[in-house]
T-cell receptor, first 114, second 108 residues
Framework: DARVTQTPRHKVTEMGQEVTMRCQPILGHNTVFWYRQTMMQGLELLAYFRNRAPLDDSGMPKDRFSAEMPDATLATLKIQPSEPRDSAVYFC????????????FGPGTRLTVT | DAKTTQPPSMDCAEGRAANLPCNHSTISGNEYVYWYRQIHSQGPQYIIHGLKNNETNEMASLIITEDRKSSTLILPHATLRDTAVYYCIVRRPNQFYFGTGTSLTVIP
């Protein structure tokens, strides 16, 4: 049963520290998405990759957030420096664009910045 | 604007059909309607999608009005495990706006 995996599942860090979240997409999928979910804002798209190339990262604060896909099996989302307002659940999803298999979501990383 | 309008919450008796409405009056062209659900603390899960014809799969049915300005997701026999937030999305290129969804509670 193929699944999107995310690590770590939980992260507690202090303000100003660097945070790196990792995602392993399902093998064969050509798109990767990063979302952030909070009670106030709901699910927000941060970045979107197709064939490892960034297509849209307009939802991501550029001064502190960065997203990359160093290879087809790994996507990373980095926050440097982190702030308390970054506390949220971060979801990664992978899929095949334009199909019913467009987005399979991982279990999320729950980030708490104190 | 690809945003949709859904009621914030609904209840449904276990074993009955759950009908979740969605308005997408600004839908145009070849934009698909997708439905996802999110069970507490988990990542969203794909349910079904359609363009203009009604669709059915093992999870649900999707009814899209002829003018395509609204749709209804039908869970034919709701179970307690269907309690979740249901999101209706109009799929535009590079746009994935989930909105606030409908919180469905299935009551025993």
């Amino acid at each position: 049963d193929a699944r999107v995996t995310q690590t770590p599942r939980h992260k507690v860090t202090e303000m100003g520290q660097e945070v790196t979240m990792r995602c392993q997409p399902i093998l064969g999928h050509n798109t990767v998405f990063w979302y952030r979910q909070t009670m106030m804002q709901g699910l927000e798209l941060l970045a979107y990759f197709r064939n490892r190339a960034p297509l849209d990262d307009s939802g991501m604060p550029k001064d502190r957030f960065s997203a990359e896909m160093p290879d087809a099996t790994l996507a990373t989302l980095k926050i440097q420096p982190s702030e308390p307002r970054d506390s949220a659940v971060y979801f990664c999803a992978s899929g095949l664009v334009g199909t019913a298999h467009e987005q399979y979501f991982g279990p999320g990383t729950r980030l708490t910045v104190t | 604007d690809a945003k949709t309008t859904q009621p914030p919450s609904m209840d449904c008796a276990e074993g009955r059909a759950a009908n979740l409405p969605c308005n997408h009056s600004t839908i145009s062209g070849n934009e698909y309607v997708y439905w996802y659900r999110q069970i507490h603390s988990q990542g969203p899960q794909y349910i079904i999608h359609g363009l203009k014809n009604n669709e059915t799969n093992e999870m649900a049915s999707l009814i899209i009005t002829e003018d395509r300005k609204s749709s209804t997701l039908i869970l034919p026999h709701a179970t307690l495990r269907d309690t979740a937030v249901y999101y209706c999305i109009v799929r535009r290129p590079n746009q994935f706006y989930f909105g606030t969804g409908t919180s469905l509670t299935v009551i025993p």
